[in-house]
């Protein structure tokens, strides 16, 4: 088929190369000029294992451009809406600025019997508004939902190979066909088996959000029981294993520690808030307000026990700082629970080194008073407290008795519960983790 993607950020690049790799004709439409160039020339604008040889590969074939052009997508027949939704400036509800620019300029390009797809999380309601202006312009158009359920670092996978596929659409004559086009553009993924649902387009907008909210509360959920750990003597990584073995609970998500950032679960979860609230169901997602707050309360926490190990002041301390994107595989930096801490300490007075295999960049742009290196080596050099925020395979496999000939003093905060700390201890080091024991428990 003959597709376009208009947004191409991390969603419509990563949507756009895959959609060209499964044989269709793709063009991507952007409207930042040196973002087109560097995914023309098949340089990736972002960290995304995998999606650089993907995207070359595409581009290869010849069935993949990217333009500023609006008009080259006039011959596509089936149009996405990639781009983001940001939280509004000192509010909690969703910008829709972009999306609202990108329908504007899809219908000015539509022809009868073409499909627009909206990816882009969104406010319910968002989805049915712009069906009626899709075909308010070009009554003999259909507008259908495709929440993605992308995750940073495996987006390439999600994106062939989803754990299953929502379709939101109108109800009428014309909703079978409008299905029977959409299932042309994944045929391949229904073929090998992936799931569909097809439902309305608010709740096909629902499943989004209701799922990012599930699992900010379940992290916040084990955090809050970290909380209660450190106050009662408990080990919040033993408790999440226990509780993880019930299969109503799951194992998955219930790792402590500083808690989820990025820029999907914060801002969603705040623009579901306020959708809620503007459709007078406030109270049902009241919940959510002491999911944020347990998610924001880790960070301080973090800085209070690098205070505390410090003897009751960080001030004039060198502090090695391993991880600044708030996940591994990813140079995000967006509401980063790592780079947060960092710059809290940094202000408090401590001695700041941040290294990161990949976020460098975005971080030195976001906090460019922070002194950032290029390794785990550099930053550990001379520190007095070692805080592991995000966590990297790099920095979960090194060595600690290597790790300690390095450092002032051997102290370690394990941010993420990714260290083994009796391998640590063994070494040498103090170790402490939000939520776990001092020491390991008397068998």
């Keep these: 088929m003959k597709i376009s993607v208009f947004g ?6 990563v949507h756009a190369a895959c959609m060209a790799s499964l044989g269709h004709e793709v063009v991507g439409v952007d409207v930042i000029p040196e973002q087109v160039a560097a995914l023309s020339r098949g340089e990736a604008p972002f960290h995304e294992p995998g999606f650089p040889e993907l995207l070359r590969s595409a581009l290869d074939t010849g069935r993949l451009v990217f333009t500023t052009d609006v008009a080259a997508a006039a011959d596509a027949v089936v ?18 600025t972009y999306v609202n620019a990108a329908t504007e300029s899809i219908v000015g390009v539509l022809k009868p019997g073409d499909l627009v797809v909206g990816k882009s999380t969104v406010p319910v309601g968002t989805a049915t508004r712009l069906a009626d202006r899709v075909q308010e312009v070009e009554p003999g158009a259909r507008l259908m939902w495709n929440p993605e359920f992308l995750r940073e670092g495996h987006a390439v996978s999600d994106t062939l190979e989803p754990d299953r596929l929502v379709y939101g659409v109108r109800t ?22 992936v799931p569909r649902r097809v439902t ?34 408990g080990d919040v990584t033993e408790l999440a294993d ?25 801002k969603d979860i705040r623009a579901f808030m306020a959708r809620a609230g503007e459709l007078g169901a406030d109270q049902a997602l009241s919940f959510l ?29 060198r502090v090695a700082v391993l991880g600044a994107s708030f996940k591994p595989h990813s140079d995000d930096v967006r509401d980063s629970p790592a780079l947060s ?34 390794t785990a ?16 395979p790099e920095y979960v496999e090194l060595d600690p008795a290597a790790a300690k000939t390095m450092v002032t003093t051997a102290r370690v905060l394990d941010g993420r519960n990714c260290l083994d700390p009796e391998a640590w201890r063994a070494a040498g080091w103090r170790y402490r983790a939000l939520g776990r024991r001092d020491a390991p428990a008397a068998v």
């Excluded at 629902?206 to 209660?228: D, P, Q």
């Excluded at 944020?292 to 003897?311: F, K, Q, S, T, W």
């Design 8 to 13: 191409c950020g991390y969603l419509g690049a």
């Design 79 to 96: 149009h996405f809406i990639c781009v983001g939704t940001p939280q509004r400036r000192g509010e909690n509800a969703a910008d829709m």
């Design 172 to 193: 009428g004559d014309a909703a079978a066909d409008t299905v029977a086009v959409l299932d042309g553009v994944y045929a391949s993924m229904l073929a090998a088996g």
């Design 200 to 233: 309305d387009l608010t709740t096909a907008e629902l499943v989004k959000t209701a799922a990012n909210s599930f699992l900010a509360t379940k992290i916040s959920f084990i955090n809050a029981m970290a909380e209660l750990c450190e106050a009662a003597g």
């Design 242 to 266: 226990a509780i993880g073995m019930d299969k109503r609970i799951g194992r998955s998500f219930l790792n402590a520690g500083l808690g989820f950032g990025g820029g999907c679960l914060p």
């Design 289 to 317: 307000r002491e999911v944020d707050a347990i998610n924001m309360r880790r960070r301080v926490r973090m800085v209070d026990l690098a205070r505390e190990e410090c003897g009751g002041s960080i001030v004039g301390r």
């Design 341 to 374: 801490v960092a710059a809290q300490m940094q202000l408090q007075g401590a001695s700041v080194v941040v290294t990161d295999p990949w976020a460098i960049p975005n971080a030195s742009k976001k906090w460019p008073d922070l002194q950032f290196v290029e």
């Design 377 to 392: 080596e550099e930053a550990l050099a001379g520190a007095e407290l070692v805080l592991v925020l995000t966590e990297w």
